[in-house]
T-cell receptor, first 116, second 112 residues
């Protein structure tokens, strides 16, 4: 069983469209993340949710709206897609926040988004 | 931003030990050092982490200096499949949570 799964794996769409990427984890973790990896391979945190609540939003445009229907899911909806949104988006999860540092993050295989 | 410094790239012969250094001179007393790697086109993969003692698991060993200002990840017998970008990160506290924050990492190439 895949621990952190994302769908779709590839997404090609036109500018101005709205799209969603889904993420599910079956690890029982309470914290989930979205990262963006651009063409220069820099992996940057976008959002973090703990127990369905947003705890981190790293100055991401409000066209990006994460939604967490439950602890096991963190979906990413993107409105009015732009060329610069083309990147690989990774979902991740881990257990615990705050003082509990000794927990590793598990990553999905990524969604390659291409905006044309 | 990640509070670590790593060489941009390294190479290693297959079967040899790969020693990947990382400087984290501003690390706080309660911050852990984590290592992840990213094989081409895949999601980052956790390798190992430590606080101040040396650690070993089935993938690698982590050697942390006594002053905790640097560490070395050791892949004892590198294989071609270990070719990847290796990230040394310190768990950074942001808004009460500890978020894995990645720098540029070290691109390790294992050659035959």
């Amino acid at each position: 069983d895949t621990a952190v799964s994302q769908t779709p794996k590839y997404l090609v769409t036109q500018m101005g469209n709205d799209k969603s990427i889904k993420c599910e984890q079956n690890l029982g973790h309470d914290t989930m993340y979205w990262y963006k990896q651009d063409s220069k391979k820099f992996l940057k945190i976008m959002f973090s949710y703990n127990n369905k609540e947003l705890i981190i939003n790293e100055t991401v445009p409000n066209r990006f709206s994460p939604k967490s229907p439950d602890k096991a899911h963190l979906n990413l909806h993107i409105n009015s897609l732009e060329l610069g949104d083309s990147a690989v988006y990774f979902c991740a999860s881990s257990q615990g926040i705050g003082g509990r540092q000794n927990t590793e993050a598990f990553f999905g295989q990524g969604t390659r988004l291409t905006v044309v | 931003d990640a509070k670590t410094t790593q060489p941009t790239s390294m190479d290693c012969a297959e079967g040899r030990a790969a020693n990947l250094p990382c400087n984290h001179s501003t690390i706080s007393g309660n911050e852990y050092v984590y290592w992840y790697r990213q094989i081409h086109s895949q999601g980052p993969q956790y390798i190992i982490h430590g606080l101040k003692n040396n650690e070993t698991n089935e993938m690698a060993s982590l050697i942390i200096t006594e002053d905790r200002k640097s560490s070395t990840l050791i892949l004892p017998h590198a294989t071609l499949r270990d070719t990847a970008v290796y990230y040394c990160i310190v768990r950074v506290a942001t808004g009460g949570s500890y978020i894995p924050t990645f720098g540029r990492g070290t691109s390790l190439i294992v050659h035959p």
